[in-house]
């Protein structure tokens, strides 16, 4: 058996730049706050954590005074430095460039877009961090749609103006966009459809990892996805190597691996979200060629 991991996985930009900046704080100082879980990874929240990073929510953010508060990668809504300022938090910003960037644009979006009696809206996982930082830029008036359902809280008859959570599936956002074309014109809006402004807002280093994906799903025997469960990131990926290898394994840590997934002869392939950790797909790489050395 041969086992590899895909040199394309691993933490994205933002992801590693959050993290390094917290390790760097935390070599400074015996605890750190951070609003909400820096990634969507257990065992890497928890190795954080033992060196005294301390995960808070938005109602505990609220209560504490003089102390440094981490923004994880997500971003945030302005709502949260508008608390930090009144109880004199530092506040330590490691949110991604990326996001920032798309936060601006739905900001600028959202003040033209009012202008015409617009709707900003954002195809998106509701309550994901980084959808309520989003949100936030429209005073949380932009509406959130994950699938078609959703697309009933739209007022088909004024402006649409589309972005997309960084993180979400390339296909599933411009099947949501043509979705609502074909609203606008079975609602008789036609003339709305020029009116009609769909942003690719997702992150091209993750968007890139889905054709990366797809061959490493083609090139090994067995596919071991290595992902948090919390991960939207790793559901979408996970799907794509689903779709190219029907012998697909999705897992948190090593313990999840069994036996009956592997042959002697196989080419396993060891691949992750842009949210999980290099150790952790080397441990579960390690754990597998133990399995090997046992079946030989």
Sequence with gaps: MKVNI??????????????????????????LY???????????VKRLA?????????E???????????????????????IALQNNIELIDASC???LKLQNRIKSAYDKAKEMQGQIVIYGKKGHAE???????????????TDESDLDLIDFSKPIVLFSQTTKSTEGFYKMKDLIEKRIEALGYTE???????????????????PQLEKFSQDNDVIVFVSGKKSSNGKSLFLVCQRHNTRSYFIEDEQEIQSDWFLPEDNVGICGATSTPMWLMEKVKEKIEELDLISA
């Excluded at 895909?6 to 760097?24: L, R």
């Excluded at 709305?192 to 889905?210: G, K, M, P, T």
């Design 50 to 58: 033992q060196k005294g990073l301390q995960i808070i929510d938005r």
């Design 192 to 210: 709305n459809l020029s009116l009609f402004d769909a942003n690719d807002s997702i992150c091209r280093q993750v968007s890139n990892r889905e």
């Design 60 to 82: 505990q953010l609220a209560t504490i005074h003089d102390c440094k508060v981490l923004i994880r990668a997500h971003g945030e809504p302005p709502e949260t430095y508008q």
């Design 6 to 31: 895909d040199k394309n996985s691993g933490y994205c930009f933002g992801v590693e730049y959050a993290i390094t900046m917290a390790e760097e704080e935390l070599q400074e100082s015996e605890k």
């Design 34 to 44: 951070c609003l909400g879980d820096i990634v969507h990874n257990d065992k890497e």
């Design 97 to 99: 460039p990326v996001v």
């Design 131 to 145: 959808v309520i930082g989003l949100s936030g830029q429209t005073n949380k008036e932009a509406i959130i749609v």
